[in-house]
């Protein structure tokens, strides 16, 4: 972890660059400074003037007094490399560069981001950015950037809130947010390129910042895959929700990042399960993530996925209902006991069914306080929503509508807050939406974090086992044929089903007498991943005669290819579900592991569970459990159930190969994977390999070397 205490909490702040122009950047960053009553040093720096504002100003850092901890830099793009050699000749460890036109610009902008990087390596300086909007730290009055949601006259309020962004103008969006609803926060970085500070790095600063409850990022690629993974983590042990908008999700996505930051999106799935494994939640929307940020702030996290609706609109909580349940949410019925303890608060005309229904003849504080405390007390709920319009409500009302359960409550209000509401909704003690479908987003994304809690300590009290190591090395010469794919794999702990290679008639004959009819044959072609694509794959041979008829037909495939004849005989699998089980190196996170709808159509279906590898037999359990076919291997329509034991064996020995050769194998498929009957195991049946070029490496590993 950096230790970003001088950056982020200075006694003595730099601005290189400021100047009495009003509008330029410098000029702008000063009075930031000023406007917030920064209470440490600060020093203007310009070549040419002995004042800027009223300050004594200094022609360079080198001639400045000593002990500044942060140079806030804001002069033209060639001249920033030479102000980051005076930072290291003057001891200044931080530079907040605040100029644009490098990494993120074609032409000689990455060029001269590897020059401004390489001069604060040499000189042991970190950055932030460059094209940066700079930092906020709310608590100690610092506001060190530019920006209109950082002057004095939008000020947020000090709250538990911290916001980091790859992205100036969404951070302040995000920031702009916060402010006009009164929620509180606590520190704001704007992180830009991040040639060399990332986001991981603030992050990792906010999980440890006694000042901060909720954290939120906006990011458009993440360089330090494994850090933020550990974050994620971090995040759950200490109980401070990250919450991540991860965008690039589409070509057109992706496109724009590209031209944004000169970054690579990554593939989409894999971010999915990578912050699911480790615990951060990941939105789509700002709404969202503003809305979920302002439930949390309140400290009340649901574990459970049963939720209570109390209404005072039967349409509106029937709108509810249906969202709700969409996300995956339940709405279980009161208990007779409970419906008998409501019916003393409900008008006879309105319902004590979920949504209980106070019909707008009921309405009021107190018969909503009183049912939502029967309902928190039954133990029957885990969370509750009540809709109440925000119109003549006033806030020591909802205060007491919150002190009435000890359960995450969320307010929907049909009706859009009066104008005097506005500036305290992110005060409210019950957080309030406008939509049901905001609600249930929140409500499903919140239980997220719960059970990412509860999945950290009950793993921190009964650790799971590690899957064991596999030691035998890959070069990648292996996915040069089949033969030596086969052969590594069983090497591995994974065989496959008894299997000869042959190069004639007469050879495929003898090797299927051998295995023992009914045999499969494949045509073996170096480089040929989907036999079945060109008409390579014959079942269920039962005799001499079939298999070679096979091979004459097999050899017709191969001399259209203008490959060599050679076949693999292998030993028919019995009926079974078959599943692909996979691996990748991801450029982002490094080794990920795959299970999915296997044979022909695996593709086509696209029904896969992603971890990153690898994997112990019980996480890979949990892949299988999430998928569709999930069914037909705990034994649906009368089928036995299928062997889930085995095939997640299969799974974690799979991730840790993958592991094991992240730096020689680029991708491994089983496919398929026929799972029998409980007890009876798995047959591996197909497989293939993708060697990974020399030159290849992930953005993780380069992300994660020392500057």
């Given at each position: 972890?950096?230790?970003?205490?001088?950056?982020?909490r200075?006694r003595?702040?730099?601005?290189?660059?400021a100047?009495?122009?009003?509008?330029?950047?410098g000029?702008?960053?000063l009075?930031?400074?000023?406007?917030?009553?920064?209470?440490?040093?600060?020093y203007?720096?310009?070549?040419?003037?002995?004042?800027?504002?009223?300050?004594?100003?200094y022609p360079?850092l080198?001639?400045a007094?000593p002990?500044?901890?942060?140079?806030?830099?804001?002069v033209?793009?060639?001249?920033?490399?030479?102000?980051i050699?005076?930072?290291g000749?003057?001891?200044?460890?931080?530079?907040?560069?605040?100029?644009?036109?490098?990494?993120?610009?074609?032409?000689?902008?990455?060029?001269?981001?590897?020059?401004?990087?390489?001069?604060?390596?040499?000189?042991?300086?970190?950055?932030?950015?460059?094209?940066?909007?700079g930092?906020?730290?709310?608590?100690?009055?610092?506001?060190?950037?530019?920006?209109?949601?950082?002057?004095?006259?939008s000020?947020?309020?000090?709250?538990?809130?911290a916001?980091?962004s790859?992205?100036?103008?969404?951070g302040?969006?995000?920031?702009?947010?916060?402010?006009?609803?009164?929620l509180?926060?606590?520190?704001?970085?704007?992180?830009?390129?991040?040639?060399?500070l990332?986001?991981?790095?603030?992050?990792?600063?906010?999980?440890?910042?006694?000042?901060?409850?909720v954290i939120?990022?906006?990011?458009?690629?993440?360089?330090?895959?494994?850090r933020?993974?550990a974050?994620?983590?971090?995040?759950?042990?200490?109980?401070?929700?990250?919450?991540?908008?991860?965008?690039?999700?589409t070509?057109?996505?992706?496109?724009?990042?590209?031209?944004?930051?000169?970054?690579?999106?990554?593939?989409?799935?894999?971010?999915?399960?990578?912050?699911?494994?480790?615990?951060?939640?990941?939105v789509?929307?700002?709404?969202?993530?503003?809305?979920?940020?302002?439930?949390?702030?309140?400290?009340?996290?649901?574990?459970?996925?049963?939720?209570?609706?109390?209404?005072?609109?039967?349409?509106g909580?029937?709108?509810?209902?249906?969202t709700?349940e969409?996300?995956?949410?339940?709405?279980?019925?009161?208990?007779?006991?409970l419906?008998a303890?409501?019916?003393?608060?409900?008008?006879d005309?309105?319902?004590v069914?979920?949504?209980?229904?106070?019909?707008?003849?009921?309405?009021?504080?107190?018969?909503?306080?009183?049912?939502?405390g029967?309902?928190?007390?039954?133990g029957?709920y885990?969370?509750?929503?009540?809709?109440?319009p925000?119109?003549d409500?006033?806030?020591?009302?909802?205060?007491?509508?919150?002190?009435?359960?000890?359960?995450p409550?969320?307010?929907?209000?049909?009706?859009?807050?009066?104008p005097?509401?506005?500036?305290?909704?992110?005060?409210?003690?019950?957080?309030?939406v406008?939509?049901?479908?905001?609600?249930?987003?929140v409500l499903?994304?919140a239980?997220?974090?719960g059970?990412?809690?509860?999945?950290?300590?009950?793993a921190?009290?009964?650790p799971?086992?590690?899957?064991?190591?596999?030691?035998?090395?890959?070069?990648?010469?292996?996915?040069?044929?089949?033969a030596?794919?086969?052969?590594?794999?069983?090497?591995?702990?994974?065989?496959?089903?008894?299997?000869?290679?042959?190069?004639?008639?007469t050879?495929a004959?003898?090797?299927?007498?051998?295995?023992?009819f009914p045999?499969?044959?494949?045509?073996?072609?170096?480089?040929?991943?989907?036999?079945?694509?060109?008409?390579?794959?014959?079942?269920?041979?039962?005799?001499?005669?079939?298999?070679?008829?096979?091979?004459?037909?097999?050899?017709?495939?191969?001399?259209?290819?203008?490959?060599?004849r050679?076949a693999?005989?292998?030993?028919?699998?019995?009926?079974?579900?078959?599943?692909?089980?996979?691996?990748?190196?991801?450029?982002?996170?490094?080794?990920?592991?795959?299970?999915?709808?296997?044979?022909?159509?695996?593709?086509?279906?696209?029904?896969?569970s992603?971890?990153?590898a690898?994997v112990?037999?019980?996480?890979?359990?949990a892949?299988?459990g999430?998928?569709?076919v999930?069914p037909l291997?705990?034994?649906?329509?009368?089928?036995?159930?299928a062997?889930?034991?085995?095939?997640?064996?299969?799974?974690?020995r799979?991730?840790?190969?993958?592991?094991?050769?992240?730096?020689?194998?680029?991708?491994?498929?089983l496919?398929?994977v026929?799972v029998?009957?409980?007890?009876?195991?798995?047959?591996?049946?197909?497989?293939?390999?993708?060697?990974?070029?020399?030159?290849?490496?992930?953005?993780?590993?380069?992300s994660?070397?020392p500057a």
């Amino acid at each position: 972890m950096t230790d970003l205490d001088r950056l982020l909490r200075p006694r003595a702040i730099a601005v290189v660059g400021a100047s009495p122009t009003p509008g330029s950047l410098g000029a702008t960053a000063l009075a930031t400074l000023r406007s917030y009553d920064f209470p440490g040093a600060l020093y203007p720096i310009h070549p040419a003037r002995a004042e800027v504002s009223g300050l004594p100003a200094y022609p360079s850092l080198r001639a400045a007094p000593p002990g500044i901890d942060v140079a806030v830099v804001a002069v033209a793009a060639e001249r920033v490399p030479g102000v980051i050699e005076d930072c290291g000749a003057a001891g200044v460890p931080f530079a907040v560069v605040l100029t644009s036109g490098f990494g993120e610009v074609g032409g000689d902008g990455p060029q001269r981001q590897a020059e401004l990087v390489a001069a604060a390596r040499r000189h042991g300086v970190r950055l932030v950015g460059p094209n940066s909007l700079g930092f906020l730290n709310q608590t100690d009055g610092v506001a060190a950037g530019f920006g209109v949601g950082m002057a004095g006259r939008s000020r947020p309020e000090q709250g538990a809130l911290a916001i980091v962004s790859q992205s100036g103008g969404m951070g302040l969006s995000i920031l702009n947010r916060a402010t006009l609803s009164g929620l509180g926060v606590s520190t704001f970085v704007s992180t830009g390129n991040e040639a060399d500070l990332a986001l991981a790095d603030f992050v990792e600063d906010a999980l440890e910042a006694g000042d901060t409850r909720v954290i939120v990022a906006y990011a458009e690629t993440v360089r330090q895959a494994g850090r933020l993974v550990a974050a994620g983590r971090r995040a759950a042990e200490v109980r401070k929700p990250l919450v991540i908008a991860k965008i690039g999700a589409t070509e057109a996505g992706g496109r724009a990042v590209r031209s944004h930051t000169g970054s690579l999106a990554g593939a989409d799935r894999v971010f999915d399960a990578a912050f699911r494994q480790a615990g951060i939640v990941r939105v789509h929307d700002l709404e969202d993530m503003f809305d979920l940020a302002t439930f949390l702030l309140r400290g009340r996290v649901p574990t459970g996925d049963r939720v209570a609706v109390v209404t005072q609109s039967g349409g509106g909580g029937a709108w509810l209902a249906d969202t709700l349940e969409r996300e995956g949410l339940v709405l279980p019925q009161p208990s007779e006991a409970l419906k008998a303890t409501l019916r003393a608060f409900v008008p006879d005309f309105g319902s004590v069914l979920n949504p209980v229904d106070l019909t707008a003849s009921g309405i009021s504080v107190e018969a909503f306080a009183s049912v939502i405390g029967a309902m928190s007390a039954s133990g029957e709920y885990d969370a509750i929503v009540v809709l109440m319009p925000l119109l003549d409500v006033a806030e020591e009302a909802i205060a007491g509508i919150a002190a009435a359960t000890e359960l995450p409550i969320l307010g929907f209000s049909h009706w859009l807050p009066t104008p005097a509401l506005r500036p305290r909704l992110g005060a409210l003690a019950v957080p309030y939406v406008t939509s049901p479908a905001r609600a249930a987003r929140v409500l499903a994304a919140a239980l997220g974090v719960g059970r990412a809690w509860q999945a950290h300590a009950a793993a921190a009290a009964d650790p799971p086992a590690p899957p064991e190591p596999v030691t035998v090395a890959a070069t990648g010469a292996e996915a040069a044929s089949d033969a030596a794919t086969f052969a590594l794999l069983s090497a591995a702990g994974l065989a496959m089903a008894d299997w000869r290679m042959a190069g004639s008639r007469t050879e495929a004959v003898a090797a299927a007498t051998r295995i023992g009819f009914p045999v499969a044959m494949k045509l073996s072609a170096d480089g040929l991943l989907h036999k079945s694509d060109v008409g390579g794959v014959r079942l269920g041979l039962t005799s001499a005669g079939e298999v070679g008829a096979a091979w004459d037909a097999l050899a017709a495939v191969a001399d259209g290819l203008g490959v060599p004849r050679r076949a693999l005989v292998q030993a028919m699998a019995p009926a079974g579900v078959e599943i692909i089980v996979g691996t990748a190196v991801d450029p982002i996170f490094g080794p990920v592991v795959m299970a999915g709808a296997g044979g022909i159509h695996a593709e086509v279906l696209r029904d896969v569970s992603l971890r990153l590898a690898p994997v112990g037999v019980d996480e890979a359990r949990a892949m299988l459990g999430e998928l569709k076919v999930a069914p037909l291997l705990a034994g649906a329509r009368g089928r036995p159930p299928a062997d889930v034991d085995a095939l997640a064996a299969v799974v974690s020995r799979l991730s840790a190969a993958a592991a094991a050769w992240r730096e020689t194998i680029a991708e491994i498929d089983l496919n398929p994977v026929v799972v029998l009957a409980r007890g009876e195991g798995v047959r591996l049946v197909d497989a293939a390999l993708v060697a990974r070029a020399p030159s290849e490496q992930t953005s993780e590993q380069i992300s994660e070397q020392p500057a």
